[in-house]
C-alpha cells in the first residue's frame, strides 16, 4: 500500500531538513515522497537538492499560494494513502507504518486522524492537540478539530471530493477535510500522535495576519453547511458545542486551562 506525502514549501529553510527527514526517514517502505517549492529564495533550493535522490516527484512550478500547491502536487500522486505535511511540521517516527497497518486492516476506512504535539521554533513542545471525532454541526460552530498533518484519506475519495479552493487563502485544509467527510462513509481517530505542528511567530497559522479573512471564511463556511445566516441565538448553540467538545475529549480542556492559548502566546506576526 504506497501512501503519497506532499509538502508545500516557500522560504521555509530554518525548519525544512527537518521536515524532510521526519518523512524520509519512515520505516515504512512503500512512501512517495511530493514536494512542491513554486520558487524559495531562502536557500531551500540547495536543502531539497541534497535530498533530491529521497524525493518521488520534486515539483518546481509558480503557484498562487499553498491551495494550488498542494492540488499541482496531489496531481502527481499515485499513492493509494494521501497525506499533506507544512514544511515546518514533522511526522512523528513509525507514523506512517501505523497508518498503512490501519488502512489495510479495515478496507472501509476511507479517513484516519490522529493527534498532534504542538512545537516551538526550536522544537520543544508547547502542548498537545487532540483531533475530534467528525460531526458536522460542531464543524460549523468550530468545535471540532482536525489535526491537518496526522489527518490521512484514500486516494479515491480525493478524486471523488473538489480538491482544495484555490480561492481559500487561510482554511483550505479545513474546507478540504469538511468536504471529505461529507463524501465519507467511514472516519475514524485514533488515539496516536502522528505528527508534530510547529508554531512560531513566521508560520501562517502564528501571524494572525489574515484574522478578518478567517473569520470570513468561517462564518460564510457556517452559512453554506446550515443553510442560513448566523442568528443571535447561534451563540448559545456555540457555547454548547464547545462544552460538547471537552466533554467528549477533556485533555483537550486540561490543555486549554493549563496551557493558556498558544495562538497568544506564540501569535505575533513576523517583524
Not at 515522497?33 to 509558480?62: C, M
Not at 467538545?245 to 477533556?250: C, G, Q, S, T
Request: aromatic share 12%.
Amino acid at each position: 500500500m504506497k501512501i503519497s506525502i506532499v509538502t508545500i514549501s516557500f522560504n521555509q529553510a530554518p525548519f525544512l531538513e527537518a521536515t524532510l527527514r521526519s518523512v524520509v526517514d519512515q520505516d515504512y517502505p512503500d512512501v512517495e515522497y511530493i514536494v512542491v517549492d513554486p520558487g524559495s529564495t531562502d536557500g531551500s533550493g540547495a536543502i531539497l537538492d541534497r535530498y533530491r535522490d529521497r524525493i518521488a516527484n520534486l515539483v518546481r512550478e509558480k503557484d498562487s499560494g499553498p491551495s494550488e500547491g498542494l492540488t499541482h502536487g496531489f496531481a502527481v500522486a499515485t499513492g493509494e494513502i494521501f497525506g499533506f505535511l507544512n514544511s515546518d511540521d514533522l511526522l512523528s517516527p513509525g507514523a506512517l507504518s501505523r497508518v498503512a497497518a490501519r488502512f489495510a486492516a479495515d478496507p472501509d476506512l476511507q479517513i484516519l486522524s490522529g493527534h498532534v504535539r504542538v512545537i516551538d521554533h526550536t522544537g520543544a513542545r508547547v502542548r498537545n492537540s487532540y483531533s475530534d471525532r467528525f460531526d458536522v454541526k460542531a464543524f460549523a460552530y468550530g468545535a471540532c478539530s482536525v489535526c491537518q498533518p496526522s489527518t490521512f484519506f484514500r486516494r479515491d475519495l480525493y478524486r471523488q471530493s473538489r480538491g482544495f479552493n484555490l480561492n481559500n487563502t487561510v482554511s483550505w485544509d479545513g474546507e478540504l477535510f469538511l468536504d471529505l467527510h461529507q463524501l465519507a462513509t467511514k472516519a475514524e481517530v485514533i488515539d496516536d500522535f502522528l505528527s508534530s505542528f510547529r508554531i512560531h511567530p513566521g508560520s501562517i497559522t502564528a501571524g494572525g495576519r489574515q484574522g478578518a479573512t478567517l473569520r470570513r471564511f468561517k462564518r460564510q463556511r457556517f452559512e453554506a453547511i446550515m443553510g442560513r445566516p448566523w442568528r443571535p441565538l447561534d451563540g448559545v448553540a456555540w457555547g454548547y458545542y464547545r462544552v460538547r467538545k471537552y466533554l467528549l475529549e477533556p485533555r483537550s480542556l486540561i490543555e486549554r486551562v493549563t496551557r493558556g492559548s498558544i495562538f497568544r502566546r506564540y501569535g505575533r506576526p513576523a517583524a
